[in-house]
């Protein structure tokens, strides 16, 4: 399996991340796409030191930036999420074999999360986040949301379904109508991550986008990290 993350900004935190994956499992493959506003070079103070690692690290342009208008528990968030994912796909497209795609702020702290997927078989592997109770933009009210920082695909069963739209809406509702219900009409393999539960990380992790609580639960939970 590939652990895959993605990194726009939050450098810092990607980095203790992916600390995390690399104590509890050693010899899986890791990789990370690092997005820019205008230059690759952004980067270059920090992407040695992630390759140190046996990181594989990939470049790509930011295409969506709202500057002053927050992502974060907005439909904006439908654009930010499927950007990642998209360009992820578009690397691995081909590849056969489970990818983990995630977001800066996931880290582990038992390896609960990642034994689970790696001993499943699975086309799609999914955790649930809480639907906005505003309602969706443009799809019908759901109660099964999808959690956009995590989430497993076998890429080359799920083709027909990439790209995933890039739209204003609530990411929750968008991967559920554009990848999660999808897959189950067609009858693929689909597994609900148990160690995901909305905001309870079942003790391998904390949601949280903050590096200090970051650093204190691996410290707690003795997964050796260095900072940047």
């Not at 992407?47 to 790509?60: A, G, M, N, P, Q």
């Not at 038992?110 to 443009?138: Q, R, V």
Request: with cysteine.
């Amino acid at each position: 399996m590939i652990i895959f993350y993605k990194n726009y900004k939050r450098t810092d935190r990607t980095f203790l991340s992916i600390q995390s994956v690399k104590h509890l499992f050693p010899d899986i493959d890791i990789r990370c796409l690092f997005l820019y506003d205008t230059n690759p070079s952004e980067y270059d103070s920090e992407i040695e030191i992630f390759k140190s690692l046996d990181v594989t690290c990939y470049l790509d342009k930011k295409t969506y930036n709202f500057k002053n208008r927050s992502g974060a528990g907005s439909a904006l968030n439908g654009y930010y999420f499927t950007e990642g994912i998209n360009k992820i796909y578009n690397i691995v497209k081909d590849i056969d074999t489970k990818v983990l795609i995630l977001d800066e702020d996931s880290y582990f702290t038992n390896g609960n999360t990642i034994n689970f997927l790696l001993s499943n078989k699975f086309d799609l592997g999914w955790a649930y986040w809480k639907c906005p109770s505003s309602g969706a933009i443009k799809y019908p009210k759901r109660d099964i949301g999808i959690n956009g920082s995590i989430l497993a695909i076998n890429p080359k069963k799920l083709n027909k379904y990439f790209p995933i739209p890039e739209v204003e809406e609530y990411i929750e509702y968008l991967l559920g109508f554009e990848l999660y219900d999808k897959c189950l009409n067609d009858g693929l393999s689909v597994v609900k991550i148990p160690t995901r539960l909305y905001n309870d990380y079942c003790e391998d992790g904390i949601f949280n986008n903050d590096k200090e609580v970051i650093i204190r639960d691996l410290t707690k939970n003795k997964i050796t990290f260095k900072e940047l």
